[in-house]
């Protein structure tokens, strides 16, 4: 098993390192997947205990100048190693002035992803500084607890409002309440609601539009025989869906949500060469 990554562009390392940041402020630990041409960061907190989770992937070609790996066996080309994004993404913030970065999986005393930062200097010799990041090596029969997590036949799929503007709404409904009820319609329309016993607060949002999903037959199936005007609903834990916007340092060209009604609200942000998705369940 072996795994060695060089990043030498300064943009995609910048790129690389947004992206290290919001999944740190995701996810406490997380499992990094590799294979021969993708990253997967994967957070699978049991929903049923009202966890979120996530599956960010993206091309290795799109960041990595020099990208090579073996994984456990030939049939299983893979690597899957549990760590915590949080060291990794502080490994990184003393690479912002860097010249290139080595990242390597090792097994001195435990297993390690050391990160080797070489740093440009006045000599002719380079600086080089390097962290290594405890990692847990996930064995083949548990590989399958970290599988894409299916999404469920949603009620409404809107696009979601400019990411600042929900972030501040829903930071100061925080103090407010520990819950949001997030609402959609086929017409484009969607609302942020707290109700508790002494304030009810609803902001709206219009004419965001709704994406034209397609369906296994290929006939758009999303608006079909169905009521444009109806709301479906989920209240969701407004800490969770605080913590998705503010970590957010990877701007995506698309956001939107699928809501599954009283179950689930699904979040997928795009960027160029990255998707994230982030499943909130709902709270009964």
Partial sequence: MRFRAKIVDVACLNHFSRIINTIAKLAKTCILRLTVCKLYFILSDKVANGGAS????????NFFDEFQMEGVAAEHNEIYLEFVPENLSRALKTAQSAKAVKIKLTNKHCPCLRVAVELPSLSSSSRIVTHDIPVGVIPRRMWNDF?????????????????????????????????????????????????????????????????????????????????????????????????????????????LCNIVRKRIVHFILLHEEVSLQYFIPAIA
């Avoid at 996530?54 to 070609?61: D, I, K």
């Fill in 54 to 61: 996530m599956w960010c992937e993206l091309s290795q070609g």
């Fill in 147 to 255: 599988k894409e997590p299916r999404v469920p036949d949603f009620d409404v799929s809107i696009y979601l409002p400019v990411l600042k503007t929900m972030k501040s709404v829903v930071e100061r409904m925080k103090n407010l309440s520990n819950f949001i009820v997030i609402e959609a319609n086929l017409s484009g329309e969607m609302n942020l609601k707290i109700e508790t016993d002494l304030v009810s607060v609803t902001t709206h949002f219009k004419d965001l539009g709704n994406p034209p999903w397609a369906s296994e037959d290929g006939c758009q199936s999303s608006a079909q025989g169905r009521d444009l005007e109806s709301m479906a609903e989920a209240c969701i834990d407004i800490k969770k869906l605080q913590q998705l916007l503010a970590g957010q340092q990877v701007n995506p060209t698309k956001a």
